[in-house]
């Protein structure tokens, strides 16, 4: 199970997936950003990306996600 890979998130946007993968790096998370199963649009490019964890760091990740969401006030600028 410790090889396994669990999606954690999906992202419409590159950046945004960076980033975040980028504190989960940070953070002593392995990630992995992949387009696999993800529908893709006519000229060829993928529709989204999505962030893979080890199984075994699941816990570890959602709590960068939910320290990330808090820091960044994802809720207010999902209004804007």
Do not use: W
């Amino acid at each position: 199970m410790e090889n396994t890979l669990v999606t954690i998130l999906t992202f419409k946007k590159l950046y945004v997936g960076s980033f975040v993968k980028e504190k989960f790096e940070f953070e002593g998370i392995e990630c992995f950003l992949t387009d696999e199963d993800i529908k893709i649009t006519n000229r060829n490019i993928p529709r989204g990306l999505k962030l893979k964890v080890r199984a075994n760091e699941t816990e570890k990740a959602i709590r960068v996600i939910l320290q990330i969401h808090k820091e960044y006030d994802l809720d207010k600028r999902s209004e804007e």
